[in-house]
């Protein structure tokens, strides 16, 4: 069915989004070395891309609801691409760090573009798994990229290994502006049966260009809801935005790991992330069809901040690298399964303007990413110990817990 084969084109690019952001960590060493960058330049350099990615999130998401999502994400596909392909070439600091900002900038707005893509295809006791089944390629992107980029930055070295990753880029991007279409009465290949289906479940008919209406953000940002969608997602990015950046030297160091030993052993939280978007997505869809539209967004983020917080701290009182591998992933399957509850949400209460919300939230929790590592290595400077920043990251998670009990899915932005 058409809608299935959406979901497929979302979840590659999805990989391949987490396959170009995740190869700096892999990279970090050799480009260290080979342009002088010490631990503090290198944290800015992987804080540039999460400032980019978030001041450019709303813009992302308005480009999204005005624009469709089949131009807007074949659009920014190309743009990120071309500054992966970039990134090869830089000789500076300077330059690096702008590479770094315009390829964050470039990739913010793609899940934005997503979401405004499922309100139109997707009925809405499909969007949880949907969502799960998208975000599930970030992470198997990102355990894919772990060892692969090792292999392709030792067979042909960091800059070679940006530029091929640009090119694949554009593929993805040219099948998909010939392939899918804004919404499915606007695409041939979808049956009149299929395209039924979907209107009499999507929640309420899409609104034509000329009757959506505007929403101010103004209105956005006085809502309750919208705070609360925005702080307990910075805290689900404080964690997993560490495990994109620092987490593999922070192994290799720690553990005293070779570069491939340590790549497998990175990968595995990343998989379990994979797991963790699908646990939560079944189980979104099936407490909504047992009429539970609340409690099936709460319930699973809820759940999943308490796994994320029990594992931030056990992993870091493990002593051997086994265990505190398996906390920590524990950890992150427990950050994933907060992600699609989250998105649902703002499909639930932006509808037409999905694409802006998801925005909204999207931006305030990649502060949370532009924090993470500055604030890992800070507070590792100031307390003398790496400890600390993982107390934090697990206090923001109890926090979060909090947050959720006040959401409410049904209270509609307009």
């Known amino acids: 069915m058409a809608r299935q084969a959406v979901v497929l084109g979302t979840f590659l690019l999805s990989l391949l989004l987490y396959i170009d952001r995740v190869c700096i960590s892999v990279a970090e060493g050799p480009i260290s070395e080979d342009l002088r960058f010490d631990k503090d330049q290198m944290s800015l350099v992987m804080s540039a891309f999460a400032l980019g990615y978030a001041l450019f999130q709303v813009p992302g998401g308005l480009m999204a609801d005005r624009l469709g999502p089949r131009r807007m994400l074949a659009a920014i596909v190309v743009v990120w691409s071309a500054f992966t392909a970039l990134t090869g070439a830089v000789s500076r600091l300077g330059s690096m760090l702008v590479a770094r900002f315009l390829f964050g900038a470039g990739e913010a707005g793609a899940y934005p573009g997503v979401a405004r893509a499922f309100y139109s295809w997707l009925p809405v006791a499909e969007r949880g798994l949907a969502q799960g089944l998208n975000f599930s390629g970030s992470r198997l992107g990102a355990a894919i990229a772990l060892p692969g980029m090792a292999w392709l930055i030792d067979a042909v070295g960091w800059r070679a290994s940006f530029w091929i990753l640009g090119g694949i880029g554009v593929v993805w991007a040219v099948a998909w502006y010939a392939l899918f279409r804004d919404t499915p009465e606007g695409h041939p290949g979808v049956s009149e049966r299929e395209r039924a289906f979907i209107r009499e479940r999507r929640g309420e008919p899409l ?159 990649n502060i949370g990413s532009f924090v993470s590592p500055l604030l890992f290595t800070g507070l590792a400077s100031l307390t003398g110990t790496e400890d600390s920043f993982f107390v934090v990251a697990a206090a923001l998670n109890v926090l979060a817990i909090v947050g959720w009990l006040f959401i409410r899915p049904d209270r509609l932005l307009r």
């Open 207 to 365: 609104a034509s260009a000329e009757s959506r209406t505007s929403l101010s953000a103004a209105r956005v940002l006085s809502s309750g809801n919208m705070w609360l969608l925005m702080g307990q997602y910075f805290a689900s990015n404080v964690i997993f935005f560490f495990c994109l950046t620092w987490f593999f030297p922070y192994l290799k160091s720690k553990y005293g790991l070779e570069s491939g030993a340590t790549a497998w052993y990175a990968s595995l939280p990343f998989l379990a992330g994979m797991v963790g978007h699908w646990v939560a997505g079944a189980l979104v869809d099936l407490i909504y069809r047992k009429g539970a539209w609340r409690a099936s967004r709460q319930v699973p983020a809820i759940i999943g901040f308490t796994l994320a917080a029990l594992g931030v701290v056990m992993s870091m009182r493990a002593t051997g690298i086994v265990p505190a591998i398996s906390w920590f992933s524990l950890a992150i399957f427990g950050a994933d399964m907060t992600i699609s509850p989250s998105w649902s949400v703002c499909i639930d209460i932006g509808r037409e303007h999905s694409g802006a919300i998801s925005g909204t939230m999207n931006m305030a929790g």
